[in-house]
């Protein structure tokens, strides 16, 4: 028989679960994962918290079901908010936070729920740019375009010193593979 491992990261945990080919859930796990909130509209995470979670979630889970092994695990599946995962050019983490003296490269996530890119968001709508039209004729301030240049402005050492900006959807797909690619819906 073959079994799908399914990964879910939201805002407060990662959760994973084991589904046969029918699409039973047989097993699952829940680890919680911690939020910075170091300003009013800042909201931060850790992406390398949120992998060893995912990973101690996904061991768990497989733990619960005696007779699966890693082998049978046929396909695994990632699912998370629209978060900005900030990378180095040697793939670690670098800061996003302005409170940088404290856990400097810890809080290297974005999260989707963060407002601090406000001004940005009105800039970019204010441009009534063609490319606006594409996405509901306004960009969100929960989408990566304004907290890209939010950090651009505000974090000028992390935007030189980055090598990658990704979806979480997308960082956790690239670290569990070591392939670069980028989802079309994010």
Not at 23 to 29: E, V
Request: proline share 3%.
């Amino acid at each position: 028989m073959s079994y799908f491992l399914g990964a879910d990261c939201g805002s407060g945990s990662v959760r994973v679960g084991i589904c046969d080919s029918n699409g039973r859930l047989l097993a699952s796990s829940v680890e919680p994962i911690v939020t910075n909130n170091p300003r009013v509209d800042f909201y931060e995470q850790s992406s390398d918290e949120i992998w060893d979670k995912l990973c101690r979630a996904s061991r768990t889970t497989l733990s619960k079901l005696k007779d699966v092994t890693p082998e049978m695990i046929k396909g695994v599946g990632f699912d998370a908010t629209c978060s900005l995962v900030v990378l180095d050019k040697k793939d670690q983490p670098i800061t996003v936070s302005l409170d940088s003296a404290k856990n400097f490269h810890k809080w290297n996530i974005i999260m989707w729920r963060d407002h601090r890119a406000y001004k940005e968001t009105d800039e970019i709508n204010n441009t009534n740019h063609e490319v606006l039209r594409y996405i509901g004729g306004r960009v969100s301030i929960e989408m990566q375009t304004p907290k890209l240049l939010w950090l651009k402005r505000k974090k000028p050492l992390t935007w030189e010193n980055a090598g990658k900006f990704m979806d979480l959807t997308d960082f956790l797909a690239y670290r569990a593979t070591g392939v670069d690619v980028r989802s079309k819906c994010t």
